[in-house]
């Protein structure tokens, strides 16, 4: 697939600098990809669910990984306003995907274009906004040699 036909596309700017959530991202923008070459507006509801669903499962693996690391750096105690403003944006998200599904689920179709746009927007502006912030801080915290565990221990 060339890169003018995908939805969105892995950009330098989106690296947080957490590994294993960077891993997680390309993998949401893959599924995104996917989504966006898969369906049309004469696709099948249950193509469009199955897509929804998959992305709304993964999203939700997604964000356990990133509040298991923002407990563990103990973000919430350091930076509660950038914490919970990361907790409702994740809310947010499910909330509005699941109400997707639930319009699919009731016989309704989606406009493909408007699916895709919103969850291409949302991913990349939560990722320029919101995790490299979570990024920013889990790094300088290593960089002062802290650890997952480590706060609550000394
Ligand atoms: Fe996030």
């Not at 590994?19 to 996917?34: E, F, K, P, T, Y």
């Not at 409702?88 to 493909?112: D, P």
């Not at 300088?140 to 221990?153: I, N």
Request: charged share 20%; with cysteine.
């Amino acid at each position: 697939m060339s890169q003018e036909s995908q939805a969105i596309t892995w950009r330098a700017e989106f690296a947080t600098g957490v590994a294993i959530i960077d891993d997680q991202h390309r993998v949401l923008i893959h599924m995104l990809n996917d989504a966006s070459t898969k369906l049309n507006d004469r696709s099948p509801i249950a193509d469009f669910s199955k897509i929804v669903q998959g992305l709304l499962s993964y999203a939700g693996y997604h964000f356990q990984t990133e509040d298991r690391l923002m407990a563990e750096y103990d973000y919430a105690g350091q930076c509660a306003a950038a914490a919970s403003m990361h907790a409702s944006q994740h809310k947010a998200f499910a909330e509005k995907v699941i109400a997707v599904q639930e319009t699919l689920k009731a016989g309704q179709r989606v406009q493909k274009a408007v699916l895709v746009s919103f969850l291409t927007e949302w991913l990349a502006d939560h990722i320029l906004n919101t995790d490299k912030a979570l990024g920013a801080y889990i790094g300088s915290q290593q960089a002062g040699g802290v650890s997952p565990g480590s706060t609550s221990s000394s």
